[in-house]
C-alpha cells in the first residue's frame, strides 16, 4: 500500500526558507499524482503543489512563486521548497497521491501522510 511520511517541519522566521521531504513508497505504477496540501488551525484543508508524472507542476495561487514541488526518482522522495516564508503559511503541510486525473485538481487525493508542522512567526 501508499506510504507517505514527511519530514522537515519547524519554526522560522518571515523570510526565511524551509523545504519539506516526503518518503514515498509503494505506489503500484506510475500513474499516481503526487501533492502537498496544508491545514491551518481552524481552516480547511488546502492544495498547496501538485506533480505530474510528467514533471509538470501546479501551484495555488497563494504560494506561485514562492513554492517549489520537485521528486528525486532516486530517493522517491517528493521535496516543497519554501522560500519567502508568511506568517499565513503557518499550517500542518500534508504529502497526498491519487491515482491519475489532473494533478492539479485538489479532489480525489485519498493517501496521506501523517503531517508536519511549519510555524513561521
Known amino acids: 500500500h501508499v506510504q507517505l511520511v514527511e519530514s522537515g517541519g519547524g519554526s522560522v522566521q518571515a523570510g526565511e526558507s524551509l523545504t519539506l521531504s516526503c518518503a514515498v513508497s509503494g505506489l503500484p505504477h506510475s500513474s499516481y499524482c503526487l501533492g502537498w496540501f496544508r491545514q491551518a488551525p481552524g481552516k480547511e484543508r488546502e492544495g498547496v503543489a501538485a506533480?505530474?508524472?510528467?514533471?509538470?507542476?501546479s501551484y495555488a495561487d497563494s504560494v506561485k512563486g514562492r513554492f517549489t514541488i520537485s521528486e528525486d526518482h532516486d530517493t522517491d522522495t517528493l521535496y516543497l521548497q519554501m522560500n519567502s516564508l508568511k506568517s499565513d503559511d503557518t499550517a500542518i503541510y500534508h504529502c497526498a497521491a491519487k491515482y491519475g486525473g489532473n494533478c492539479g485538481d485538489w479532489a480525489q487525493y485519498n493517501n496521506w501522510g501523517q503531517g508536519t508542522q511549519v510555524t513561521v512567526s
Open positions: 506533480l505530474d508524472r510528467d514533471g509538470t507542476a
